[in-house]
């Protein structure tokens, strides 16, 4: 188990960079086709998250998911404030954790 948790979680850190940098361009775009694309890009990440354990990551990427959702129907300034702050939270997390990567090898 713990030989795919080391082949899988560097990819699971990768893909979870660019989901976010993807997040955090479309949200201050006001890009609502690229902000439906962020839910279901973070939704993922979640789900991704939860298959390899990281229970401390699921939380905080669905907490994203539904401040982008929220932000899809409301378009508001403040809405991507809130959305960009949590999303900055979530890449420190991961930058966290892909740090964990490198500390171990």
């Known amino acids: 188990m713990e030989d795919l948790f080391a082949k ?4 699971f850190v990768s893909l979870a960079h660019t989901r976010i940098k993807t997040a955090l361009d479309s949200a201050d775009k006001h890009d609502a086709a690229a902000i439906k694309t ?6 993922t990440l979640a789900g991704e998250a939860g298959l390899l354990g990281l229970s401390h990551v699921v939380p905080l990427a669905r907490d994203c998911e539904q401040k982008a959702k929220h932000l899809h129907t409301s378009h508001t300034d403040a809405d991507v404030a809130v959305l960009v702050t949590a999303l900055r939270e979530l890449e420190r997390l991961i930058a966290a954790v892909g740090e964990g990567i490198t500390n171990t090898s």
């Open 8 to 11: 899988f979680l560097p990819q």
């Open 38 to 43: 962020t839910v279901r890009e973070l939704h």
